[in-house]
Each structure stands twice: as C-alpha cells, then as structure tokens.
C-alpha cells in the first residue's frame, strides 16, 4: 500500500493539470514543488513576459495617439511599479492555481522531491527530508535556461533575472535569435532600452516561415533594435560598470547587461533519474512512449522534461492525457499535428502548419501561395510605418490550406481561429465562401486571391 496513487514532481502547466485531472478521476494525489506553485509559464515565462510586452508597447501606443488628436506630457515609466504589479498578479495565479489544486484534494507539499526509487520519492525542504510512496510518479520537471560555455558567461542573466531586474539597464544585448531573444529585445527595445541581438545565424527564428522571419527583423530595425544576424559571442569582460563582448566578427561591442536566451535544457540532474536507470537523450530529455511512460514502468513524464515543443499548451495537454489514461481507462495521446503558435515579439507572430520551405518540400509544384501584405487601419493615422504580411499555403491537389502565417497586430488571437479551421481540414475554397469581418485584418485570410 503506497501513501499516494500518484505523485507529481514539479507544479507547473503539465504537473499541475495532470494531478488535478487523476484526482478528479478518483487518485490520491500528492504534488511537490521547490519553488512556487503555476512553474514557468505562470511565475517567469509567459504570464509575466506578456504582461511586460504589454508595458513596452505603450511607448508605440502614445505616440501613434498622436495622430488621433491626443497630445499628453512625455509619459515616463516606472519600471519598479511595473515589477510590483507584475509581482502581485503572479501571486495571485499562483494562489489560485493552490486553491484549485487544494479543491480537488491534491495535497501539495513545499519541497524538493527525488526519486529514491521507482516508488519512493524523498521530499526535501528547510526543515530537513522525509520520504512518500506512490503506485505511479509523474516527473514534470520543466527547463531550465542553458548558456554556451564562454569564457565571462558567468556575467549573463537569463530572462528568469530579467523580470525582477533592480532597475533598466541604458543598454542591453540579447543572444539568441529564437522565441526568447525577440520577445525580450522587443520588450526592452519598448520600455527605452538601447537594444542589440546578436544571433549566430543566417535569420533569426530558425523554423519558421522564412518570409515572416525577415519581416520580424526588418520591422524589429526601423523600432530602433540593432539586430545583428551571422554574429555570435565568444567572451564577456566585464569593464567597471559595463561588458566588453568579444563577437565572431572580430569587432567589440560595449553593454550594460548581457541576456542569453540559447535554450532551455530539461530539468533532469540530481533527481534520481539516472540511479534508477531512466532512460534520457543525450541532452537529458526524458525518453517516453505515446503515453508518456519512460522505460521504467511506472515512472512518467511529460512537458518540457521530455523536449518536443516546449509551450505551455503541449504540457497541459500531455498532464491531461496522461491522467486520462492512468486514472480513467481512456488511453489518450496528444496529436501534434497542426499545432499553433505565437511569438510575442513587436510586431508579433501567429503561425500554424508548415512553413512555405517546408510545405515547397513536401508538395513540391503543387504548392500554392498566396500572401498579403497591408499596413493596419489603426497605422494610417498614426502614421507608424509598419506593415503586416499575411500568407497562407495551399495544397493545390486537394486545395487543403496546409499552413498560415501572420506577422502583424492581433496575429495571436487571429491564428488561433485559423488553427481550428486547419486543423478541421479546411480548403482555400472554403475560407473563399467565408464572409469576412470587416473592417479588420483577419478578414484578409478569406479575401486572398
Ligand atoms: P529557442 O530554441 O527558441 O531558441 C534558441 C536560440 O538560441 C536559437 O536562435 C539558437 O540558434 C540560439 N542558440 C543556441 N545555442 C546557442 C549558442 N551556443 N550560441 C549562440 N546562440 C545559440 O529557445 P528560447 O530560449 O528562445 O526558448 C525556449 C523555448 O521556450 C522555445 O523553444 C519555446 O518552445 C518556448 N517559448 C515559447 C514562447 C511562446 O510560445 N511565445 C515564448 C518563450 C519561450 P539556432 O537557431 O542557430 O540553433
């Protein structure tokens, strides 16, 4: 007789769902986390990382009110307020995703838990360690930031420090190119930090519809960030109050603060997992099947910890299933097919199914592309310069749309329509005999010719 039917290590987006849905289904479940309860998404990833996109849009906002008849002081930010604020409202998520957890009589414990063996874990806080036992363990770990090792990287922050940052720095530099690097350098860029990228490769956002990618960096350029592509660091100095960074270029380049956003590696290390013969990648991801079940029998996994898209709806949505199989006699699995998402970078992106390299690829001559590129209703006036570019992909054999791209204002919440359509097998002649909205930008996904 264990103390638990299941326990889970790590209370973020898959632990949290997947406890609360076996313990609806009847468990007994026993949650523990080290650090606060909501995990990355809620307490330093996206919650608070839209909040702040938010923040720095404003500085757009007043001016393009300008040209709608609004004339105000110069507005200055208080960027000790917006942390605080920002502060509250994760607190209170975290306290409702406690409350809801403690609604359905998942007992959650303030701890660090490690895996003794395949049904023991030992609990770990100020206080000292005590051990639990579960019938099955679901490891739901996360990712943590992973940095290069060069010579001064111990002078970087991650964006888990740029959220609670003491005070902006006059001058930042972000590394990395991908979902990470461009929404920060967006973020900072707008809250009047001078904002450099540097990403070693060709284009930033590797994956992605090449087209939107260039449009990103062309429209992140004429906002004032200095994106530097084909460049990467290969050592910090710190310089009294500044960094030197050394660039593969050959030329130096003078910061205030220096954010490295290259990865997230699983949270795999010294929780057991190695002494008891679980199966990893060699980048520490944990192996499971289509139910999520790693080579040891009753030990599980899902989120982050076992890699594939690392975004918040993958991880619910893995917790879910895996609940659903164990405790309710539904063997379920996630289909990734289709599967959108958003970059909330300035202008900010929305995409689902293939890229037009990949769809060129895969549907060769057959592949139709029709693509629109407009400024917003709203910019007119304002007199921004920036303008928004919309494409989808069609099968032409079966006139199926096997992919759509936004780049421009609202992308997020109008591609998550598109996906539902897409993902419903929806033709070009279909979104065609769609009426549109109008007038709005989504209506230029049914007005494609
Ligand atoms: P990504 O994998 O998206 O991007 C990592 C970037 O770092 C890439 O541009 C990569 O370059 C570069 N890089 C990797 N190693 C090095 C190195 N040694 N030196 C220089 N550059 C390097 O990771 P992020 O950290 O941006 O984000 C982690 C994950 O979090 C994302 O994959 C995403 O799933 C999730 N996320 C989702 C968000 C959303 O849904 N809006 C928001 C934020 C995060 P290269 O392309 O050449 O490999």
Known sequence: MYDYDFFVIGAGSGGVRSSRMAATYGAKVGLCEDYRVGGTCVIRGC??????????EYSSAFKDAEGFGWSAERPKLDWQKLVSNKEDEITRLEGLYGKNLDNHDVEIIKARGKLLDAHTVELTDENGSRTVTADKILIATGAWPSFPDIPGIEHAISSNEAFDLPELPKRITVVGGGYIAVEFAGIFNGLGVET?????????????????????RDEMVKKGVDVRINTNVTEIKKDGDQYILKLTDGNEMATDLVMYATGRQANTKNIGLEELGVKMKPNGEIIVDE??????????????????????????????ALAATQFNDTPTTVNYDHIPTAIFSQPPIGTVGLSEEDAREKYGDDLKVFRSEYKSMKFTLAGRDERSLI???????????????????????????????????????????????????????????
């Open 391 to 449: 494409k989808m992909l069609v099968d032409g054999k079966t006139d199926k749309v096997v992919g759509a791209h936004m780049i421009g204002p609202d992308s997020a919440e109008i591609i998550q329509g598109i996906a539902v359509a897409i993902k419903c097998g929806a033709t070009k002649a279909q979104f065609d005999d769609t009426v549109a909205v109008h007038p709005s930008s989504a209506e230029e996904f049914v007005l494609m010719k």
């Open 291 to 320: 139910y999520y079940r790693s080579n040891v029998d009753n030990i599980f996994a899902v989120g982050d910890v076992i890699g594939g898209m690392q975004l918040t709806p993958i991880a619910i949505k893995e917790g879910a």
């Open 47 to 56: 919650v608070p990382k839209k909040l702040y996109v938010y923040a720095s």
């Open 196 to 216: 450099s990228l540097l990403y070693r490769g060709e284009e930033i956002l590797r994956g992605f519809d090449l087209e939107v990618r260039s449009k990103l």
